[in-house]
């Protein structure tokens, strides 16, 4: 455990709460420097809880643990007065041209469309920028608008995090926590292509 949102205290919508007495929380680039307040990082820990590292498993560890600080592979934002707010996982980052696209912005921005019920964004491998969005939506009634959906987007996301592609599904694959499976959706949405020859 590294936050938490404490009792009859402010609290701050989407935040996970403020770090743990006795912990040391950073957030990083991909140079190890700590990111402005705002900023998106790598969230890195160090405190009495962390652990000493994986049993037998000496590469593992050297790669999770450097210097004593934990990569847990999320990223998150912190505000000034210590909120902090978790925006993704590393592992999930959309690298489009060099820059760098976290699907859970992407997802956010689109749920909030009219006509969404659900969505997931994953990135799919593109000849020249190595990977671009695509969209995965369950419409409530019959698919949205696109051209209104990607006016929406474009509202709130840069040009580069818009979806190159967005497809109508039943439903989002989602471990039994929750979480999104977004390899099925690439792996789908690669096989497609394949079948269509593109």
Request: proline letters at 6%; glycine letters at 10%; one cysteine or more.
């Amino acid at each position: 455990m590294v936050t938490l949102n404490w009792p009859n205290t402010v609290r701050v919508s989407g935040s996970c709460g403020l770090p743990l007495p006795g912990l040391s929380v950073r957030l990083i680039d991909n140079r190890d420097n700590d990111v402005p307040f705002g900023e998106e990082g790598e969230l890195i820990v160090r405190g009495p809880n962390v652990m000493k590292g994986y049993h037998n498993k000496l590469d593992s560890t050297e790669s999770a643990l450097r210097g004593g600080w934990y990569r847990t592979g999320d990223l998150a934002c912190m505000d000034a007065a210590g909120f902090l707010t978790i925006t993704g996982r590393l592992k999930e980052l959309i690298i489009r041209g060099g820059q760098n696209i976290a699907p859970a912005e992407v997802e956010e921005t689109i749920q909030k469309f009219k006509g969404v019920r659900d969505c997931a964004v994953v990135g799919v491998p593109h000849e020249t920028l190595g990977e671009v969005p695509v969209a995965f939506i369950v419409p409530e009634a019959g698919l949205p608008n696109l051209d209104d959906l990607r006016a929406f987007c474009a509202q709130t996301l840069s040009s580069y995090k818009m979806p190159d592609d967005v497809i109508e599904v039943s439903e989002i694959p989602r471990t039994g926590s929750g979480k999104i499976i977004r390899f099925r959706l690439r792996d789908s949405y690669t096989q497609s292509q394949e079948s269509a020859g593109i």
